[in-house]
């Protein structure tokens, strides 16, 4: 079954850390473009975080410098290494899989409550 699984979401405290993964069992998985998003109450989705096959990555401006994606191609997973957590970054937080002409793939999300 083509699926993305999100794990590592929860309740941190401002300042902490979270890694998220998101294990896809799609194929061509290297060679596909892999992005975390985010989708916080009352707001619209919103880029994190991508990084395409040859290892280009895009960060949103907001999480630069605190935030980093990365991609493990053995084990089809790509990460996010989440620092210095704010209150704002409280959000579902979805996986995307995009490939050529496809329809982006996602995940169901992992909640990341940022709180004291």
């Known amino acids: 079954q083509v699926q993305l699984v999100e794990s590592g979401g929860g309740l941190v405290q401002p300042g902490g850390s979270l890694r998220l993964a998101c294990a896809a069992s799609?194929?061509?998985?290297?060679?596909?473009?892999m992005g975390w998003y985010r989708q916080a109450p009352g707001k619209e989705r919103e880029l994190v975080a991508r990084?395409?096959?040859?290892?280009?990555?895009d960060y949103a401006d907001s999480v630069k410098d605190r935030f980093t994606i990365s991609r493990d191609n053995t084990k089809n997973t790509v990460y996010l290494q989440m620092n210095s957590l704010k209150p704002e970054d409280t959000a579902v937080y979805y996986c995307q899989r995009r490939l050529g002409g496809l329809s982006p793939l996602w995940g169901q999300g992992t909640q990341v409550t940022v709180s004291s």
């Open positions: 990084i395409t096959s040859g290892g280009n990555i």
């Open positions: 799609v194929n061509m998985f290297s060679i596909s473009t």
